[in-house]
């Protein structure tokens, strides 16, 4: 089940919506056991893990165990059931590490393995595919996607410059482990105050993962997100979605609001219209649309919006060498201690920085 997941994690952020799992069948003719089929969900999320193992095992398949980290599905979705996949095979044993909370499967997957004579073992290193699987259940469980914090903090406790764009705090090894995270994730977040001020383009710029560059959302209640933002430009390229808030625009009588998102719209940019201040509703709208893991990056105040509200799940606090004084942006919380709610999980080294990861404290 160790392999199962490990290969899982060469997949993830890359089957969405499907999750990304991990299929290992093994079989044991008296020499000791040998791995006779692997395999993980393909791209984009077809075909499932099992009918590639499967395949792969043929007739070896007859009598061997198959280890995978998430039940195997029960529904005719686009493709056939794996279950059904599984009996054809004549596969001895199934060793299941978490039940599918899709409400087409939950349990029956494993019912019907069982029915058919097969031998059912659960809950194998569940920690390790829960953890695997965590945007996948997150979005299953709780309808919304989940939620990573990432921070950069000067020494003296600062996020940025009082009215200037990036500031870089960390350095270069620390950049690329950012653009590597972007790349297993299914969106990334920012506020319209980030986004004029840095022009950020928020995709994943690493040889080989330009593919990959995740779904970029700008919390911009007005729509003031400029035509000629980065952003903007290359919304063709990589969805970006603007969540605006049309209530606001009524109330204050901004006649120009439609306008702007007239123009927004044909250059390619989605415009989610979203009571601002209601974030669940957000991200509940985003797990509609597909969205299991986000990765909220900017600036301070959308930071204390998601921490305020409890959707925050993790927290990556990048801490840089350097310091920024007295025209720094303070952090929304005392750097020193740990967040409440949460605990410290890893503490790993990138350069001359330091990432403090946290997990919610359950
Ligand atoms: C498996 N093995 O590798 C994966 C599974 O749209 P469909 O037909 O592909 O079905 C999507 C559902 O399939 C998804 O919600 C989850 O329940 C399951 N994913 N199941 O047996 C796999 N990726
Ligand atoms: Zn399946």
Do not use: W
């Amino acid at each position: 089940m160790d392999e199962a997941v490990r290969l899982s994690a060469q997949h993830l952020g890359q089957t969405a919506t499907n999750p990304s799992v991990g299929c290992i069948i093994v079989r044991d003719d008296g020499d000791g056991p040998v791995i006779v089929g692997r395999a993980v969900t393909a791209l984009g999320g077809r075909p499932h893990a099992e009918t590639q193992a499967l395949k792969m095992a043929g007739e070896k398949a007859r009598g061997a165990t198959a280890y995978v980290t998430l039940e195997p599905c029960s529904h005719h979705g686009r493709t056939p059931p794996c279950t059904e996949a599984l009996i054809a095979s004549g596969i001895g044993r199934v060793v299941i590490s978490v039940l599918d909370p899709d409400e087409r499967v939950s349990g029956r997957g494993a019912a019907l393995l069982r029915e058919a004579g097969i031998k059912v073992t659960l809950g194998t290193r569940s920690q390790q595919s829960e953890r695997a699987l965590e945007a996948y259940l997150m979005r299953q469980r709780s309808k919304r996607p989940h939620v990573t914090l990432k921070l950069a903090i000067s020494a003296d406790g600062m996020i940025g410059r009082k009215g200037e764009g990036q500031v870089r705090i960390t350095g270069a090894e620390a950049r690329e482990a950012v653009h590597h995270l972007r790349a297993r994730i299914d969106a990334i977040l920012v506020g319209i105050g980030t986004a004029i001020a840095d022009d950020p383009e928020l995709t994943s710029r690493l040889p080989g993962l330009e593919e990959r560059s995740p779904v970029r959302i700008v919390l911009d209640r007005r729509l003031d997100l400029p035509l000629s933002s980065k952003l903007a430009r290359t919304a063709r390229d990589v969805r970006v979605i603007a969540v605006a808030d049309s209530e606001i625009a009524r109330a204050t009588v901004d006649d120009a609001f439609d306008a702007r998102r007239t123009a927004l719209e044909a250059l390619g940019v989605e415009v989610l219209d979203c009571n601002s201040a209601k974030l669940a509703d957000l991200l509940m709208a985003l797990a509609t649309r597909g969205v299991s893991s986000l990765l909220v990056e900017g600036g301070a105040r959308t930071a204390v919006a998601f921490l305020d509200a409890g959707l925050v799940d993790r927290i990556l606090l990048f801490r840089g060498p350097g310091r920024i004084g007295e025209t720094g942006i303070a952090s929304p919380f005392d750097t020193r201690s740990i967040p409440s709610g949460f605990r410290l999980v890893e503490t790993r080294g990138f350069g001359a920085d330091i990432c403090d990861t946290y997990e919610r404290d359950i």
